[in-house]
């Protein structure tokens, strides 16, 4: 008799898709059996789209009553909030796409839920899996570079008029803003590592670009978008057209960052880059470290630990191997690690509550940029919380 895990899928877009391609695996752990989506065509069209049978519900309850394991939540940011207490109460062992939600307030509602349930929660932070950043946190956490003190990341999003200003994403009303959007990734890994979480924050921040492309009519916005054929022909960024009719996100973000443990991070945030990467680089109290490149092959992580007068070479260079496999093999490696945790529980790289303050972060952050770049402090989360996750 198969032992694999039975997934439920709550939402059937681009994510979803790039997700079953890596949780799908007849015999070897996992089946993508079921799913759920608004809109009832490509919930039906689902099994025909990947290939196998998956069974189409017409409501989330009837899906969550379904005979299922785990649910894989890939709805737009706003709907988190409700769909993944409605799975942890249903009793499932839950994948929760970044962001956790759309304010700190709704992560904190979550939390909740899956410590009064004792719900498995489980949070698809992909980038901790990226070998780049593992490379990383290795290189820091073996004294390299002495101790951690000061972290910059400028995350140049070249495809993020593509992805980001043509649909649900460009609004507030479903995104909050793409610090939280895209942020929340950095936010997190900032705070992975350098072992803490940010205590107060200010930034700035504005639509510079994508606020004066064509836009699509509020009446076609029902019609998904597709990526052009060919995407990189869309250039300079003022050529795309058919943007979401709602475009009230900024397009490049600036946040400075003080953590508990005293360390300082900042996040810079660009839509409109030709380029599309993160460059990371942290400074500890005996050196530096930056990386080149981040998911191709050729990645390397440059290490200075010796005292030089100009640019000159790294004294260690770490080459970094990308997997297949989706961001890297990030997602492949996620996928694992989900997969033995709605089996038997344990511990795992992500955490709800890391993911909880990377919202909490890019929240006061964009009240911040909103209003005039005024500091703001982060709220704690709440200790039975925390207590309930360190366990
Ligand atoms: N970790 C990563 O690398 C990564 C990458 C991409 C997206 N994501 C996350 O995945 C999530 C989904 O993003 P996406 O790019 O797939 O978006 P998408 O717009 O392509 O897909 C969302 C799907 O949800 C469906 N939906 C909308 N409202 C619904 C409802 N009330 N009930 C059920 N289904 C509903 C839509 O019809 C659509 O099919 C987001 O939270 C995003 O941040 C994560």
């Not at 200003?165 to 609004?171: L, S, T």
């Not at 490149?293 to 092959?297: A, C, I, M, R």
């Given at each position: 008799m198969s032992n694999d895990v039975k997934i439920g899928l709550v939402g059937f877009g681009m994510r979803a898709r790039s997700l079953t391609k890596v949780a799908h695996r007849p015999g070897l752990g996992a089946v993508v059996s079921d799913v759920f989506d608004i809109d009832q065509d490509a919930a039906r069209n689902a099994g025909q789209e990947l290939g196998f049978p998956v069974t189409a519900h017409a409501t989330l309850e009837a899906l969550l009553a379904a005979d299922i394991d785990a649910v894989l939540?890939?709805?737009?940011?706003?709907?988190h909030v409700e769909h993944s207490i409605a799975a942890l109460r249903a009793g499932l062992a839950v994948y929760l796409e970044k962001p956790?939600?759309?304010s700190a307030e709704q992560c904190d509602q979550i939390l909740d839920e899956a410590r009064r349930s004792r719900g498995r929660l489980y949070l698809g932070h992909n980038m901790r899996h990226m070998p780049f950043v593992r490379a990383m946190k290795e290189i820091i956490d073996s004294g390299a570079i002495g101790e951690p003190k000061v972290a910059w990341c400028r995350h140049f999003v070249g495809h993020g008029g593509d992805y980001y200003?043509?649909?649900?994403?460009?609004?507030r009303r479903f995104s909050s803003g793409l610090l939280f959007q895209k942020g929340a990734h950095d936010i997190d890994i900032l705070h992975w590592l350098m072992g803490s979480y940010s205590s107060r924050v200010a930034a700035m921040g504005q639509l510079m670009v994508y606020g004066d492309n064509p836009r699509r009519s509020v009446e076609d916005v029902e019609t998904p978008w597709r990526l052009d054929?060919?995407?990189?022909?869309?250039?300079?960024?003022?050529?795309?057209?058919?943007?979401?009719?709602?475009v009230d996100v900024e397009d490049s973000s600036m946040v400075i960052m003080t953590l508990d443990n005293g360390t300082m991070a900042s996040y810079q945030q660009c839509h409109f880059s030709p380029d599309y990467w993160r460059s990371y680089t942290i400074i500890g109290t005996e050196g530096r470290i930056e990386n080149i490149?981040?998911?191709?092959?050729g990645t390397v992580i440059n290490v200075w630990n010796k005292r030089h007068y100009?640019?000159?070479?790294?004294?260690l260079v770490v080459p970094v191997h990308p997997e297949p496999g989706g961001h890297g093999g990030a997602d492949a490696r996620i996928m694992d690690e989900f997969l033995g945790f709605a089996r038997s529980g344990g511990p795992v790289e992500t955490s709800p509550i890391a993911a909880r303050y990377a919202v909490a972060a890019a929240e006061a952050a964009t009240q911040s940029l909103r209003s005039g770049g005024e500091p703001r402090q982060v709220p704690p989360a709440r200790q039975e919380d925390v207590s309930y996750f360190a366990d």
């Open positions: 939540i890939v709805t737009p940011d706003h709907l956790m939600a759309i200003f043509r649909d649900w994403h460009a609004d054929d060919n995407p990189l022909s869309a250039w300079p960024p003022a050529a795309l057209r058919e943007l979401n009719p709602v490149g981040d998911v191709e092959e100009g640019y000159e070479p790294a004294d």
